[in-house]
Structures are given as structure tokens and as C-alpha cells.
């Protein structure tokens, strides 16, 4: 049987995203004053407007990305989709190559190394209802990977993991 799900993961904006977005506006701004106020620059002040225009409008916008989570037949992959029109391949994992999955607790994992890590889920820098993933695997190394999964995804996860990894990940509850 063909397992297939897809998940999109809206990213929330943080403090550090508003505040590059008031540096382009003030930077912008200042880029005009003074193009109004040095003569060799004044005839060219159109040209320079539309282009500090353009600017603006893509640093603004490439602050705007989701990530969009798909499970095929045992495969992971997340792409980051930036405001709509750019698509960036994050990583591509097997599951079966999982070593750890369990719900994020950064305590949990300080000491471990990893060759990479991955956060491609809500926040940039985990937050409650968040998972993780750990594993080693041929082209990344050793990765941690902190995701959003709902309950879609993660019961497309579970039937793709090493039995083991997912009974401690997954216990079953016994029913009454």
C-alpha cells in the first residue's frame, strides 16, 4: 500500500523578522535622502527609487516562508517555500534510517552532537507541540530535525519506522 501525506507549516513571525523589516524601511529611507541631497545622484533619484522599491518589497517578502512536510512510502522531505515563488529542497531523509523521534525538549538533547541540524517547524526556535527526529543518514550525517507534525503526519511517521523506534515513540495505551 502507497503512503502518501503532505503538510504545510506556516512559520510565525518573531521579533528578529519585524526588526529586519524596520531596518529596510529606515535603510530605504535613508538611501533616498540622500540620493535627494548630493547633486551627481539627483537625475538618477527615479532609477534609484525604483530599485530601492524593489528591494523593500523582496527582503519583505523573503521573510515571509513556510515549509511543507511530505511522506512518501517510508521517504520525509521538507521543502522551504519562500512567499510562493521559490521552492528550496531542506533535506530528504528515509525513515527507516530513524534512530530517535520523540516531542522536542531542547534539555533532552544538549549534550548530544549532531552534523546538522533542521528546525522546520512553527517557531525558529521550538516551542511546545513540536517533534524531533534524530538519525544518521548518508548525505546529511547525524541530523536533528525539530518539526510541527500533526496527527496526519505523524501516523504516515509511524508506519514507516523501525519497529522498535516506534513502539518507544508511539506506546500503544491498552483499552479497557
Not at 87 to 98: E, M, N, W
Not at 162 to 167: A, F, I, L, N, P
Amino acid at each position: 500500500m502507497d503512503i502518501f501525506c503532505e503538510q504545510i507549516i506556516k512559520r510565525k513571525m518573531g521579533a528578529k523578522d519585524f526588526a529586519i523589516m524596520a531596518a529596510t524601511v529606515v535603510g530605504a529611507l535613508a538611501i533616498l535622502t540622500l540620493t535627494m541631497f548630493i547633486k551627481e545622484l539627483f537625475m538618477f533619484s527615479l532609477l534609484i527609487l525604483v530599485g530601492v522599491c524593489f528591494a523593500i518589497y523582496y527582503i519583505v517578502t523573503s521573510i515571509d516562508w513556510e515549509f511543507e512536510y511530505s511522506i512518501t512510502n517510508g521517504d520525509f522531505t521538507c521543502d522551504k517555500i519562500i512567499h510562493r515563488r521559490k521552492r528550496k529542497r531542506q533535506f530528504s531523509i528515509d525513515l527507516h534510517d530513524v534512530d530517535e523521534i520523540g516531542t522536542y525538549d531542547a534539555q533532552k538533547l544538549a549534550g548530544k552532537h549532531f552534523d546538522a541540524t533542521y528546525q522546520v517547524g512553527t517557531t525558529a526556535n521550538g516551542s511546545s507541540g513540536e517533534w524531533y527526529m534524530t538519525g544518521h543518514f548518508d548525505k546529511y550525517g547525524t541530523i536533528l530535525v525539530v518539526f510541527s507534525p500533526d496527527e496526519r503526519v505523524q501516523t504516515a511517521v509511524k508506519t514507516s519506522l523501525k519497529r522498535t523506534v516506534s513502539m518507544a515513540a508511539f506506546p500503544r495505551v491498552p483499552q479497557h
